[in-house]
């Protein structure tokens, strides 16, 4: 079945650029949809935005002039770029799987992101 | 952006006995296309990601004990587990999918009374 695995540092520096990879295993990342979604300690969701496999992407107005998501697909991979952090972006962050009709279906197992100097 | 609002925001319930939780959303999520409302609900167990329980509403994801239903329209949603087991101790969201910015609620943290 498709599994997702999210990599990255665990820890970023306050204006610096925070680089997560999901990488998409025992499927294709053709064809679907794929996000990030983020979860600051003890708090709720937040969709970041997603990308299709042909490239196009859609992103949460709140963050956009900062995200940037891009898709390899080659290495069935998509990646996050979110620009000039601050302590606000501590977060867990999730990568996972939207259905045509977008809902989440499956997700990594995220992976914590500490910005701090 | 479409807000949605969870009522309560924690929930203890006794072993067997019904559990309900509610979502409100600011506008609309009935999609006149195929007339399904965009609403999806999610479990989320301590130290794992989210999981997808119920979509369009009121359709459970395969594998997803039928004690968990969904049911609602337009803009008032519910999630109810008919008899409550140790193991659905976790935060409900729901989430609308109408439009983006894709939203989630802020959380129903349910406990065992």
């Known amino acids: 079945q498709v599994q997702l695995q999210e990599s990255g540092p665990g820890l970023v520096k306050p204006s610096e650029t925070l680089s997560l990879t999901c990488t998409v295993s025992g499927g294709s990342i053709s064809s679907y949809y794929w996000s990030w979604i983020r979860q600051p300690p003890g708090k709720g969701l937040e969709w970041i935005g997603y990308?299709?496999?042909?490239?196009?992407?859609n992103y949460n107005p709140s963050l956009k002039s900062r995200v940037t998501i891009s898709v390899d697909t080659s290495r069935n991979q998509f990646s996050l770029k979110l620009s000039s952090v601050t302590a606000a972006d501590t977060a867990m962050y999730y990568c996972?799987?939207?259905?045509?009709?977008?809902?989440?279906?499956?997700w990594g197992q995220g992976t914590m992101v500490t910005v701090s100097s | 952006d479409i807000v949605m609002t969870q009522s309560p925001d924690s929930l203890a319930v006794s072993l067997g006995e019904r559990a309900t939780i509610n979502c409100k959303s600011s506008q609309s999520v009935l999609y006149s296309s195929n007339n399904k409302n965009c609403l999806a609900w999610y479990q989320q167990k301590p130290g794992q990601p989210p999981k997808l329980l119920i979509y369009w509403a009121s359709t459970r994801e395969s594998g997803v004990p039928d004690r968990f239903s969904g049911s609602g329209s337009g803009t008032d949603f519910t999630l109810t587990i008919s008899s409550l087991q140790a193991e659905d101790v976790a935060v409900y969201y729901c989430?609308?999918?109408?439009?983006?910015?894709?939203?989630f609620g802020q959380g129903t943290r349910l406990e065992i009374k």
């Open positions: 989430q609308q999918y109408y439009s983006t910015p894709l939203t």
């Open positions: 996972a799987r939207l259905t045509t009709f977008l809902a989440f279906d499956i």
């Open positions: 990308i299709y496999n042909s490239g196009s992407t």
